[in-house]
């Protein structure tokens, strides 16, 4: 029996090599070469779920970068290959990693995002490429310096306006849920130009649904966050459709930057549906909800923590208000002149960028690094295997502002925007709102931490963990 068990056995093999051998022979040369060219060491993990569980636990206990840095170390500071998402990927490790990837879009490598995210986004087939580039084409006018410059003043009156109705008078406040309202409001006011209050609570509660969901686990079943941002995303897609018909019909309704921009559109005789444009808009102002808000909330967290960096923005900004009228807005000028607090606000961006990184499919075979990354493979760059190394910033985990004096960055390595052709449209309006914020905050308040050792988690988004709790010491009564 034994006997008969190790001649099946052999002949099983000796099949398996045929056909290898046979498979080996029939492909071009140029493949069976590159089949001996070895893929980056690594290791794919799990079948199915690969170490996608341990890249989310690193990521929900607020330190993303132990994924990498264990892997690097085990593997090659370059690269190393793993399995995310179901998808094997490839991990570019350092600043040169990040240049190949930014200069390579549409060449080697194009737009990837899982597809239980096109669920929520009613795309027309278009493939992701396609889709990325449409809504490049679209948010880049609007986004551009040029643009937003002329609306300073006006992110600055409902800065203001929302700390006297959420700040004034109270003793301890929450920053993240804060943060996340404005935002909201600034994007419903600026963006798309609705004043009223009841029309944007209206919009805010699918758009929490929607949030909480977009990053959810993606099991569409009912009662879950995943259902229902499925049907928030709809609804809120329907609303933005009947205001862009009323922007169409009436241009008088059309106060906003983009409801102009859409208007201006129209006008020149561009073909964008309804549709299409209702599903960028959505995609726009999430970004800026969870990304702008997360950035804004860690500002305020520093400035909390760290007398001597609230004492230096302080300075700054008293300095752009007392050269100013009373109650004369901010404007564009104001903004160029806060040097030092865009400095406390990238250092903020290096130890917490909103968003980890994103990913992108191989779309050809190529060599990098004397490994070879083959098509269909999926490539990740993560802000944090350049922003947590030595390699770029000396002590990493403290933090410095001075680090963004003058030009000393090594190119690449600082990427809480992205870059290339991909580099985030949005740089310009979160700056503008992160430095408004903290000049109307370090003007009016002096800030204490409820909890001094709260900790920072990852998921669905990088925040802290209570809230940020704070306890407020006015300066001076808010201003009307």
Same mark, same amino acid.
């Given at each position: 029996?034994?006997?008969?068990?190790?001649?099946?056995?052999?002949?099983?093999?000796?099949? @398996?090599?045929?056909?290898?051998?046979?498979?080996?022979?029939?492909?071009?040369?140029?493949?069976?070469? /590159?089949?001996?060219?070895?893929?980056?060491?690594?290791?794919?993990?799990?079948?199915?779920?690969?170490?996608?569980?341990?890249?989310?636990?690193?990521?929900?206990?607020?330190?993303?970068?132990?994924?990498?840095?264990?892997?690097?170390?085990?593997?090659?500071?370059?690269?190393?290959?793993?399995?995310?998402?179901?998808?094997?990927?490839?991990?570019?490790?350092?600043?040169?990693?990040?240049?190949?990837?930014?200069?390579?879009?549409?060449?080697?490598?194009?737009?990837?995002?899982?597809?239980?995210?096109?669920?929520? &986004?009613?795309?027309?087939?278009?493939?992701?490429?396609?889709?990325?580039?449409?809504?490049?084409?679209?948010?880049?006018?609007?986004?551009?310096?040029?643009?937003?410059?002329?609306?300073?003043?006006?992110?600055?009156?409902?800065?203001?306006?929302?700390?006297?109705?959420? =700040?004034?008078?109270?003793?301890?406040?929450?920053?993240?849920?804060?943060?996340?309202?404005?935002? &909201?409001?600034?994007?419903?006011?600026?963006?798309?130009?609705?004043?009223?209050?009841?029309?944007?609570?209206?919009?805010?509660?699918?758009?929490?649904?929607?949030?909480?969901?977009?990053?959810?686990? #993606?099991?569409?079943?009912?009662?879950?966050?995943?259902?229902?941002?499925?049907? @928030?995303?709809?609804?809120?897609?329907?609303?933005?459709?009947?205001?862009?018909?009323?922007?169409?019909? !009436?241009?008088?309704?059309?106060?906003?930057?983009?409801?102009?921009?859409?208007?201006?559109?129209?006008?020149?005789?561009?073909?964008?549906?309804?549709?299409?444009?209702?599903? $960028?808009?959505?995609?726009?102002?999430?970004?800026?909800?969870?990304?702008?808000?997360?950035?804004?909330?860690?500002?305020?967290? %520093?400035?909390?923590?760290?007398?001597?960096? %609230?004492?230096?923005?302080?300075?700054?900004?008293?300095?752009?208000?007392?050269?100013? /009228?009373?109650?004369?807005?901010?404007? =564009?000028? !104001?903004?160029?002149?806060?040097? %030092?607090?865009?400095?406390?606000?990238?250092?903020?961006? $290096?130890?917490?960028?909103?968003?980890?990184?994103?990913?992108?499919?191989?779309?050809?075979?190529?060599?990098?690094?004397? %490994?070879?990354?083959?098509?269909?493979?999926?490539?990740?760059?993560?802000?944090?295997?350049?922003?947590?190394?030595?390699?770029?910033?000396?002590?990493?985990?403290?933090?410095?502002?001075?680090?963004?004096?003058?030009?000393?960055?090594? #190119?690449?390595?600082?990427?809480?925007?992205?870059?290339?052709?991909?580099?985030?449209?949005?740089?310009?309006?979160?700056?503008? @709102?992160?430095?408004?914020?903290?000049?109307?905050?370090?003007?009016?308040?002096?800030? /204490?931490?409820?909890?001094?050792?709260?900790?920072?988690?990852?998921?669905?988004?990088? $925040?802290?963990?209570?809230?940020?709790?704070?306890?407020?010491?006015?300066?001076?009564?808010?201003?009307?």
């Amino acid at each position: 029996m034994e006997l008969i068990h190790s001649v099946f056995i052999s002949a099983i093999f000796s099949i @398996a090599l045929v056909l290898y051998f046979l498979n080996y022979k029939s492909k071009p040369r140029k493949d069976r070469a /590159e089949s001996l060219i070895p893929t980056p060491p690594g290791t794919t993990g799990w079948p199915l779920i690969g170490e996608t569980l341990e890249y989310l636990s690193t990521t929900k206990a607020g330190i993303p970068e132990k994924f990498i840095n264990d892997r690097r170390k085990r593997y090659s500071s370059k690269l190393f290959k793993t399995s995310l998402l179901g998808q094997p990927t490839v991990l570019l490790c350092n600043a040169d990693g990040n240049k190949f990837i930014f200069s390579n879009e549409n060449k080697l490598v194009t737009s990837w995002w899982p597809s239980s995210v096109d669920k929520f &986004f009613d795309t027309q087939n278009a493939s992701k490429t396609e889709e990325s580039m449409k809504m490049r084409k679209f948010v880049t006018p609007v986004l551009k310096p040029d643009t937003l410059r002329k609306y300073v003043h006006i992110v600055d009156a409902i800065t203001r306006q929302h700390l006297r109705d959420h =700040w004034g008078g109270k003793q301890v406040v929450e920053v993240y849920p804060f943060a996340k309202d404005l935002t &909201f409001v600034l994007a419903c006011r600026l963006l798309l130009g609705i004043d009223d209050e009841e029309a944007i609570s209206q919009l805010q509660k699918p758009f929490a649904h929607f949030s909480a969901g977009l990053l959810s686990l #993606p099991l569409d079943l009912p009662g879950t966050n995943f259902r229902r941002a499925i049907k @928030a995303a709809k609804q809120l897609r329907n609303e933005f459709e009947v205001m862009i018909k009323r922007w169409k019909t !009436d241009t008088s309704q059309s106060q906003g930057i983009l409801s102009q921009h859409l208007v201006e559109i129209n006008e020149e005789g561009q073909s964008t549906s309804e549709s299409e444009m209702a599903t $960028r808009i959505l995609a726009l102002i999430s970004a800026s909800y969870d990304n702008v808000s997360t950035a804004m909330t860690f500002v305020i967290k %520093y400035l909390a923590e760290m007398p001597n960096v %609230y004492d230096a923005v302080l300075r700054e900004q008293m300095g752009i208000a007392k050269a100013k /009228e009373a109650e004369v807005g901010l404007n =564009w000028d !104001d903004i160029q002149k806060m040097r %030092y607090s865009w400095n406390v606000a990238s250092e903020v961006l $290096r130890l917490h960028p909103p968003a980890n990184g994103a990913f992108r499919e191989v779309i050809h075979n190529f060599m990098y690094a004397g %490994y070879l990354i083959p098509k269909g493979w999926k490539l990740h760059w993560n802000a944090f295997a350049t922003h947590k190394s030595a390699e770029y910033f000396p002590e990493p985990e403290k933090f410095e502002p001075s680090r963004f004096e003058g030009n000393g960055l090594v #190119p690449y390595s600082y990427v809480p925007f992205g870059g290339g052709a991909h580099m985030c449209p949005g740089k310009e309006y979160a700056r503008i @709102a992160m430095l408004v914020l903290m000049h109307n905050v370090v003007t009016n308040f002096k800030l /204490e931490k409820v909890f001094p050792n709260e900790k920072v988690i990852g998921l669905p988004v990088l $925040r802290p963990a209570k809230g940020l709790p704070l306890r407020l010491h006015p300066q001076h009564s808010l201003s009307t």
